[in-house]
């Protein structure tokens, strides 16, 4: 704040002024009582006010009035305690416009002791258009994140048919089979035999399994905010990689899973670490059949700071040409690729504070693709972290 | 006899409790190679054949068994589209076949 300290001596008035009139930024200068001494050009056009209008009014005018009320008592209660809330902070914090207009603000204050007192000095900066940005980015983030589930879904929708089929068949045929015994014992005026007892314990059993596909496969669909949570990494890749078996099933390439015995605590959301792993194990899978050793090893492993995953493949790797724009959205060598799965896993990973990092190969060797989250930061006693 | 060659352990399991409930002989096989390496069948034996097993495909099977002279009964089950059915048994004579989930009682289906 020296160039605020200094302006009464060094600098002059004029080029005071032009300085805040060149700055990109809103820029608001008060003194003690909360009376505007300097009001920039910026601040014109976002509050409506001239600065002749605005300079010594206090502050208030240009604050929606539930913050105006509150300004004065900060200001007191500073004065008084020394207690910063806000300067050298920086915050979010609503103006309003002359119009009656009550828009988001980014503030940050400065303060300079001067021969009249103490002065503040406010930077503003409309954050509408960043945040309208924001929201569109976080929209569409959600939207394309659908749209892989959907676009997911429709490949296993068929392998779906057929795995849900089987529990359904079998649980039929169990209930065919007791109704006519039953019908049997009946005519022969018995009670119903443990036999029987013991189908409809099968046909439960394989009613049971059709509905947790179904389970599984809800999870996937339904579009939810992410909801975090502190899970063990390794039951939700998993659980991913049962999934993907649907997908898989028939095919030829072995899945292995390397995994340790202790669980790895993740704060995550667990669908969304879900949608990564498949996105992942698809791709692998895609250029694994095409292999001579049709495998895909999927490792977990983790330090003291940060949780792995890892998928390797046994395919060909990729280019260095590939590799620069793996990342990016719509940047496919496939056919019918869309080019998605990486830029939104690494999206997902990012939101989480964790990253996807990926090794090429190559000279025989597969790609690898490592999946890396912060681990969960044990507050309390690591045993009851989990229901 | 009534062979079953299911690799599904449920759907093998839940076929068997229906046709020996009803006091029929059945022997159960998770794949055509375990059929093939350990049953005969005569003419006028029945076997249920899943079309969509592992290795060798139902199809195949029955193929192979025409080949062989021994041509049992054959009742193919699948839970695939009905295009998918017609393509896999193209050229397979005296075929019923049988769709999953059930629609009807399959004893009955099976037996007639
Ligand atoms: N396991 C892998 N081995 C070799 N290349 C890969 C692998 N995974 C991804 N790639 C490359 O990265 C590209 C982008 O992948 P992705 O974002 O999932 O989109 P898509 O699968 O629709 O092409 C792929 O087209 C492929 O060239
Ligand atoms: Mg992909």
């Known amino acids: ?196 007892l013991a189908v409809l314990d099968k046909a439960v059993q394989e009613a049971e399994r059709a509905s947790h596909i179904v389970q599984r496969m809800r999870q996937m669909v339904e579009k939810r905010d992410p909801e975090r949570a502190t899970v063990d990494l390794r039951e939700v890749v998993n659980e991913a990689l049962d999934l993907s078996e649907f997908v898989a099933q028939g095919a030829t390439v072995t899945i292995r899973r390397v995994f340790g015995m202790t669980p790895i605590h993740v704060d995550a959301d667990a669908t969304q670490i879900q949608q990564i792993i498949l996105n992942l194990l698809r791709n692998a899978l895609e250029v694994a059949k095409e292999s001579e050793e049709r495998w895909v090893k999927v490792s977990i492993g983790s330090d003291e700071r940060s949780a792995f995953v890892s998928v390797t493949d046994s395919g060909p790797g990729f280019s260095e040409d590939v590799g620069k724009s793996l990342f990016r959205t719509f940047s496919t060598t496939k056919k019918s690729g869309m080019g998605l799965g990486l830029a939104i896993s690494r999206a997902i990973a990012q939101n989480h504070g964790g990253d996807l990092m990926a090794d090429p190969g190559g000279n025989g060797q597969g790609a690898t693709f490592t999946l890396m989250l912060p681990m969960h930061r044990a507050d309390g006693t690591e045993d009851d972290m989990r229901e | 006899m009534y062979f079953i060659v299911e690799d599904d352990a449920s759907v093998a399991d839940a076929l068997e409790s229906l046709l020996s409930g009803a006091g029929l002989p059945v022997r159960v096989f998770a794949s055509a190679e375990e059929l093939i390496h350990s049953a005969s069948l005569k003419p006028e034996d029945t076997m249920i054949v899943d079309l969509g097993l592992p290795g060798m495909s139902g199809s195949e099977l029955v193929r192979h068994l025409e080949k062989a002279g021994a041509t049992p009964r054959v009742i193919a089950i699948s839970g695939k589209s009905s295009r998918t059915i017609a393509r896999e048994t193209e050229g397979l004579s005296d075929l019923k076949i049988l769709r999953k989930p059930p629609a009807a009682d399959w004893l009955e289906a099976i037996t007639a």
Do not use: W
Not at chain 1, 41 to 64: D, H, R, W
Not at chain 1, 116 to 136: C, K, Y
Not at chain 1, 166 to 177: K, V
């Open chain 1, 1 to 196: 704040m020296g160039e605020v300290e200094d302006r009464k001596t060094a600098v002059s008035e004029a080029r005071f002024e032009s300085l805040l009139d060149t700055a990109a930024d809103g820029i608001i200068v008060i003194d003690e009582a909360g009376r505007m001494l300097a009001f920039n050009k910026i601040c014109e056009a976002l509050f409506g006010y001239t600065s002749e209008e605005a300079i010594g009014q206090n502050v208030s005018l240009i604050m929606p009035p539930e913050f105006a009320r509150s300004h004065d008592r900060f200001l007191a209660n500073y004065h008084r305690t020394g207690e910063r809330r806000i300067i050298g902070i920086g915050r979010e914090v609503s103006g309003m416009h002359r119009d009656g207009t009550v828009f988001p603000l980014e503030l940050s204050v400065g303060e300079a002791t001067t021969a009249e007192g103490r002065q503040f000095i406010g930077v503003l900066r409309d954050l509408r258009s960043r945040r309208a940005v924001e929201q569109r980015v976080s929209q569409l983030q959600a939207q394309v994140v659908h749209m892989t589930r959907l676009s997911a879904m429709d490949e296993m929708g068929a392998a779906m048919a057929h795995e849900l089929n089987q529990p359904l068949t079998a649980l039929l045929l169990y209930l065919q089979a007791v109704a006519r015994q039953i019908k049997a014992f009946h005519a022969d005026g018995k009670p119903p035999s443990d036999k029987m």
